[in-house]
Each structure stands twice: as C-alpha cells, then as structure tokens.
C-alpha cells in the first residue's frame, strides 16, 4: 500500500494572498515507521520529556505561533529544513515521491481552487500508481489520508465522483478506499505533508527559495519530465 499524506498551504478566501497549495508525500507503508523515527528526533530537541506534544508545522514554527517563540528563530528554520531533509530526501530513494499542485487563485477566477487542485493531485498519483503497474508490475494500491482540518466531506465527495463518474481525464483506478482524515497533532507523516506544501508555498508566494531546493529533486518524476508538480500561472 501506498499512503499519500496531503496537506495545504495559503488561504483561499484570503484576498492577500495570491497563491494556494495542495501538495502530499507518497510513502510506502513501510517506510512511514522510519520517517516517523526520524522527525521525532527532531521534536525531542524541542521537548525531551514530551516529544509527541511538539508539532512539526512550516508557519507556525517559522513565525514562532504556537509556542514556538520561545525557541529561536535560527533553530526553529533548521528545524523546518531538517524535517525535509531527514523526511523526504533521505527516503527518496526508498521510493518516496512528492507531489504538488500551485494555483494563482486569479487564474482561475470562478472556480473553486480547493477542487481544481483535489483533481489535479489526485488524478497525478493515480497516474503514478498505474505507471508502477504496468511498468514494474506493482499492484499496489493507494489511499490518501488528510489533516481533519481541510474540507473533509468536500474531497471525499469529489472522490467518489473521479472513479465512478470520472474527472476530466478519466477515472481513478488505484485507490483503495476514499481518503481518509486524520488530526495532525498525532501523524508525523500529516506534519511532513505541512512542511512540504509550506515550503512550496513560500517559494511562489514570497520567492523564498530555502525550504524548496531542498525538496525540489523529490518530485515525481518519469524519462525527465516532471510530473509530480503542477502550477496554473
């Protein structure tokens, strides 16, 4: 099984702001242990006696809400970094791929970002998961799972609708189940999924670059083209 952690970043009824993101993490179901270990070693240095209390989240731990201000600002930007490195680029090779969709809300005036970006991301790593079949001859199937905090009935309607009804490009065929919501204070893998969008975020909405080299070469990608990442300009 593959699990597809996603997650959002920008606002869509913030008119001050010019861009919203949908992006996740594709991880096989055993590799999610490892991250785990990994970026809880990261929050240990936060909070030793209670790591599981520290929540990895891009904005809150770049502005200091949240009850990060008491830590500072340079350890709190290496942090963000770490979790990225440690939690995308170490397993990469390991098979874990990003994927990302960046909508210029005045691109698409009168539609609602939240569903053009659900089709784009979901139709994507349904594409990536039929390639592993007819490629490599891996059945396995996938489910997404997002932060309880996006618009659940929304997304899992559209679910149903792109693999019985079908999205503009066909249906889905690789899903195991319609995604599952959780809270992110309890998945390291739903934080990752937020420091990832954060960090593509930033880098189109404020040309901040930091986070986003770090991950760039992470995307899914096949015969040189990248697919993994989606951006309607």
Known sequence: MHLFYVDESGSVADTSQQHFVLAGVSVFERTAHWIEQDLNVIATRFNERSPHSIELHGSPMRSGREGWKSHSLPDRIEAIKESLRLGVVKHNKKGVRLFGVVIRKASIEGQDPVSFAFEQITSRFDMFLTRLYTKYNDPQRGIMVFDKSSTEQRIQTLAREFKYSG?????????????????????????LADLVSYAIFRQYEHNDDQFFDIIKDCFDTEGGVRHGLYLRN
């Open 167 to 191: 999205h503009t490009w066909g249906f889905t065929r690789n899903y195991a189940e319609v995604p599952l919501f959780l809270d992110s204070r309890a998945s390291r893998l739903i934080q």
